[in-house]
């Protein structure tokens, strides 16, 4: 079931950080918003590009520099690592990394997990990089699975999630 608060949040980073262009590249979207830290106070999102990164991606607040970094293995598949660039932008938006604490550690972005964390943080990756409408355009336009997930510069198996859930695509996964 996806939440309402993480479709809000989703929504509210397009609007202020989106060109409006496709496909959507989520280093923008981080480049052009701050989050809110526990108090009336905002800080900037550095994304960075580590090749031989241990895990998929991590999140935490840098305190020596006063910021929240994102950074994602990239030696990875282009598409993989916009979701997960994505995904743990979904993190911090959503309040999942504060200061003072351990960084958020993704081994692997899967597309189910039991921890509710998870499931937020990407169902706030598929609809900042897959919105709805824009889906409905692509999907009206091309009958491509693979030529949409193109468009978007996302896996074929994330689009076929995002519109299984949008009830585009009547097929159960195993
Ligand atoms: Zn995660």
């Given at each position: 079931m996806a939440k309402p608060m993480v479709t809000a949040a989703a929504k509210l980073a397009l609007e202020n950080a989106w060109d409006g262009l496709l496909p959507i590249d989520p280093r923008e979207i981080a480049n052009g918003i701050l989050v809110s830290g526990r108090a009336d106070d905002y800080y900037p999102i550095h994304v960075e590009a580590i090749p031989d990164l241990e895990y998929s991606g991590e999140a935490f607040f840098d305190d020596a520099r006063q910021r929240f970094v994102c950074r994602f293995?990239?030696?990875?598949y282009p598409t993989r690592n916009n979701f997960t660039i994505a995904h743990e932008l979904g993190h911090i938006i959503l309040g999942h990394v504060n200061k003072g604490e351990r960084p958020r550690r993704d081994t692997r972005v899967r597309m189910f997990s039991n921890d509710s964390k998870e499931v937020d943080a990407n169902q706030f990756a598929a609809e900042l990089l897959m919105p709805k409408k824009e889906i409905l355009t692509a999907v009206d336009r091309y009958d491509s699975l693979d030529k949409v997930a193109r468009i978007f510069q996302v896996s074929s198996t994330a689009m076929s999630y995002r519109l299984k859930n949008l009830g585009l695509l009547s097929v159960e996964f195993a």
């Open positions: 293995k990239s030696s990875e």
